[in-house]
Nanobody
Framework: QVQLVESGGGLVQPGGSLRLSCSGS????????MSWHRQAPGKERELVAT????????NYADSVKGRFTISRDNAKNTVYLQMNNLKPEDTAVYYC?????????WGQGTQVTVSS
């Protein structure tokens, strides 16, 4: 059974930083690309960043380029999202995700609130 568990969210002031973590179990973690998504109130879930199996390729939404960095540690079965220079519009629930055998798996999400 695939399980993804996010952590690291919280309340931060504009311009601040947070690092989100997502631990995976029930899968050969290093064999799967991982992604971070977010969903703000009243909006659709959107893709934030993706990382390939051995971190060779990363991709970012235009809205976070230059501010967010996705990384992974396959030895720890963990993917990270370093978020710098946070803005109020980054406020959302952040989810990690992977796809295996044609099915998408999601964590429960972690709330990030950017406010003064």
């Amino acid at each position: 059974q695939v399980q993804l568990v996010e952590s690291g969210g919280g309340l931060v002031q504009p311009g601040g930083s947070l690092r989100l973590s997502c631990s995976g179990s029930g899968l050969s973690f290093s064999s799967y690309a991982m992604s971070w998504h977010r969903q703000a109130p009243g909006k659709e879930r959107e893709l934030v960043a993706t990382i390939s199996t051995y971190s060779i390729n990363t991709n970012y939404a235009d809205s976070v380029k230059g501010r967010f960095t996705i990384s992974r540690d396959n030895a720890k079965n963990t993917v990270y999202l370093q978020m710098n220079n946070l803005k109020p519009e980054d406020t959302a629930v952040y989810y990690c995700s992977t796809r295996r055998s044609g099915r998408n798996y999601w964590g429960q999400g972690t709330q990030v609130t950017v406010s003064s």
